[in-house]
């Protein structure tokens, strides 16, 4: 029992299906559906909780997360003109298995303009501060990502 990674949290934050939080971030140039979702992947890789479910302690109930090498963050590819908002509502409406859905949900919006990314985490994860540093972070990898492109298409 001592390996256990345990969380520390209100008990509402738990047993509430809809305690999330959402974020967009606008990128300034197109990103493709296989760059967003390796991006994705560069954000999980840094943080345990985002490659892990919750579990319950049996006789304690405390919980915990394990880890899960295979948990993927699901990344939903739309249209451009879709709305954001209708998705999020959706994620809202449907609740939120913490026991067997990772914490981060993402969908993205790609268009030759720029593309429209919508962060939405479970509270376990972090609150809408963390979540901002989540996104501050993402558009950091993001803009490296551009900029490198940049300098190779120069030589």
């Known amino acids: 029992?001592?390996?256990?990674?345990?969380?520390?949290?209100?008990?509402a934050h738990y047993m509430c299906p809809n305690m999330h939080f959402g974020i967009v971030a606008e990128i300034g140039a197109e990103f493709g559906e296989n760059r967003i979702i390796e991006s994705i992947g560069?954000?999980?890789?840094?943080?345990?909780?985002?490659?892990?479910?919750?579990?319950k302690e049996q006789g304690s109930y405390r919980i915990y997360y394990?880890?899960?090498?295979?948990?993927?963050?699901?990344?939903?590819?739309?249209?451009a003109n879709d709305n954001w908002q209708t998705d999020y509502e959706a994620v809202s409406s449907a609740g939120w298995n913490v026991q067997k859905e990772a914490l981060l949900k993402a969908f993205a919006y790609p268009s030759e303009s720029g593309t429209r990314v919508l962060f939405i985490t479970h509270h376990l994860l972090c609150d809408g501060r963390g979540l901002l540093q989540l996104v501050q972070e993402y558009a950091r990898y993001i803009q490296c990502k551009l900029v490198m492109g940049l300098t190779n298409l120069m030589r």
Request: no cysteine; net charge positive.
């Open 1 to 11: 029992m001592s390996d256990r990674k345990y969380l520390y949290t209100k008990r």
């Open 42 to 55: 560069v954000l999980k890789s840094a943080h345990p909780l985002m490659r892990s479910l919750i579990a």
């Open 66 to 79: 394990e880890e899960q090498s295979q948990l993927e963050i699901p990344v939903t590819v739309k249209k």
